[in-house]
């Protein structure tokens, strides 16, 4: 995967999916492997479009403030 | 559950309630009656209370006829989202995989201030599994259709809420909304339902989902009722470290300001307008005739990163879930159902920088839509909730399952209060829904003009063929 290439070739996606599966852990079934490769490509163009959102150097939502109190 | 000619509502039942026309063990009896009629056909209920909820009921009788008046929720029967842990039972989310221990928290703040405000907890509703995905129909449990035609879907994934206020198994009750749960099967159901501002009110001792995009709220035929439950459950909680601090306006109290001198905003972004059926555009615009008619301005308005804000929202929502479903997709996948492992694994194939960007641009896209409707001084936004009436469960129309037809996702991103009211009807009799959006912190006024919509209409007191 690399987002500063064109969208990953469907065969290529397949073992893309089945390799970030497996680093999260999961044991997914070859079938559903493939369904999620069918999704893939769509689900990167869309990711790969928020990096065209001109963001500079906005900070994200989620804060860190040392000074706050955690979870208890 | 009704009087001769229209459906109760919390409003006239606690007037009944208060006049001594009726009991609350009246209400609830004839309520858990229609529940034995239509819940086997509907699906609403994983789990039904009849026995505490009865003597709930007798008890707030006995506290009326003592001079005690705990508000208009006493002695309303109410159904809570099987997401959200209950002193009662057990909670499920409608899934094999959730350990049972998790609910045995009982009660959290949601659920404690209704109980505290006198409502009956009737029983625990369907949901989609973890709040998330579509009907499964190879899992154990009840699937929920829709009253209107029992072959369409409720939406989700506040499922049962919704079929069950528009059933008159109960009078109202709590969902939850990551993307739309509560706004989507509140305009499928012909409903009232409305997303509060994030950190209106209290999320713990409900399932998390998307961690930045929960929100807990009510689900009524009206936005009255709406107004009144919310007077209940927000507030802060020292258990949710993301809640709002400070009181909040009363909601029924602000009901009727009315909409005179307001300035609504009609959503005309490209994605709205190629999303919904002309039926629903044609909908919008009688509905925004009426508001104009009561005094308001309308103007439409493009929002900026409207799109971005759209599929950001399912994109770091299903990164967010994944997180918290990765120890148990890991140990048990094949039991959670297809269609929610396959939307929560698609976590693990969003980076951790995409995650970073996606907060970045929900940042600058929720600072964009500010500034575009404070320049023009619009008070709320509106437009359709989806773009479509209740989709069929097999053979639907693909431009009604197509996640451009639903319109709610934004305003998890935002934060900001969305309230989905009904506004007619399509072709098929199906309802459709008005979404009226706020800035964050103006839920009083996004109810007040759902109340004085619904002033003027009479959609949310509709009934469908499969009513007590």
């Known amino acids: 995967m690399s987002t500063d290439d064109d969208t990953p070739r469907a065969d290529d996606a397949v073992a893309t999916v089945a390799t970030l599966l497996a680093a999260a852990g999961l044991q997914v079934p070859d079938n559903e492997v493939e369904r999620l490769a069918q999704l893939y490509p769509g689900l990167r163009r869309s990711m790969d479009r928020m990096y065209e959102v001109p963001t500079g150097d906005e900070v994200p939502a989620a804060l860190f403030r040392a000074g706050e109190g955690g979870p208890r | ?468």
């Open chain 2, 1 to 468: 559950m009704s009087d001769a000619t229209t459906p109760w509502t919390i409003e006239t039942a606690a007037a009944a309630l208060r006049s001594g026309a009726i009991t609350s063990v009246e209400l609830t009896t004839a309520a858990l009656a229609a529940a034995d009629r239509l819940d086997p056909q509907l699906g609403t209920y994983l789990a039904r209370f009849d026995k505490t909820a009865l003597a709930r009921a007798a008890d707030a009788d006995a506290e009326r006829a003592a001079g005690t008046d705990l508000g208009p929720l006493h002695g309303i029967p109410l159904g809570i989202k099987d997401i959200l842990a209950t002193d009662e039972g057990p909670t499920t989310a409608q899934s094999l995989v959730l350990d049972p221990a998790w609910g045995e928290q009982g009660d959290g703040p949601v659920v404690a201030r209704l109980r505290a405000a006198g409502a009956v907890i009737t029983g625990k509703t369907t949901t989609m599994e973890f709040a998330i995905g579509r009907p499964d129909f190879a899992k154990p449990f009840p699937i929920p259709r829709n009253p209107w035609n029992p072959d369409r879907w409720t939406g989700g994934s506040s499922s049962g809420t919704g079929n069950g206020v528009a059933a008159g198994m109960i009078l109202g009750g709590i969902g939850t909304d990551t993307g739309g749960s509560i706004r989507l099967p509140a305009a499928y159901n012909g409903i009232s339902g409305h997303k509060p501002t994030y950190g209106l009110v209290p999320k713990s001792g409900c399932v998390p989902l998307g961690l930045t995009y929960d929100h807990i709220g009510p689900m009524c035929r009206s936005a009255w009722d709406c107004a009144a439950m919310l007077d209940v459950i927000a507030g802060p909680d020292p258990s949710d470290r993301t809640t709002l601090d400070g009181p909040h306006p009363g909601f029924v109290a602000g009901l009727e300001r009315g909409v005179a001198g307001l300035r609504i905003g009609v959503i005309a972004n490209q994605r709205v307008r190629s999303g919904s059926g002309p039926d629903t555009l044609s909908a919008v615009g009688a509905a925004v005739a009426e508001l104009t008619a009561a005094g308001a301005t309308a103007v439409e308005v493009e929002l900026p990163y409207y799109d971005e804000l759209c599929v950001g929202a399912f994109l770091a929502l299903q990164a967010e879930a994944f997180a918290w479903h990765r120890p148990t997709l890991a140990a048990r996948w094949a039991d959670y159902g297809r269609p929610t492992r396959l939307t929560l694994a698609q976590g693990a194939l969003i980076s951790g920088g995409d995650l970073v960007q996606l907060e970045r641009v929900r940042q600058i896209a929720r600072r964009a839509v500010l500034d575009t409707i404070d320049a023009e001084g619009i008070d709320v936004l509106v437009g359709p909730t989806t773009g479509y009436g209740a989709t069929a469960f097999t053979g639907a129309d693909p431009a009604a399952i197509d996640p451009k037809a639903l319109h709610t996702p934004p305003w998890n991103a935002t934060g900001w209060p969305a309230l989905s009211v009904p506004m007619g009807f399509d072709p098929d009799g199906l309802p459709l829904g008005l979404q009226i959006i706020g800035r964050a912190g103006t839920d009083d006024l996004v109810l007040a003009v759902g109340h004085a919509y619904q002033q003027r209409t009479a959609w949310h007191l509709q009934t469908p063929p499969l009513h007590a």
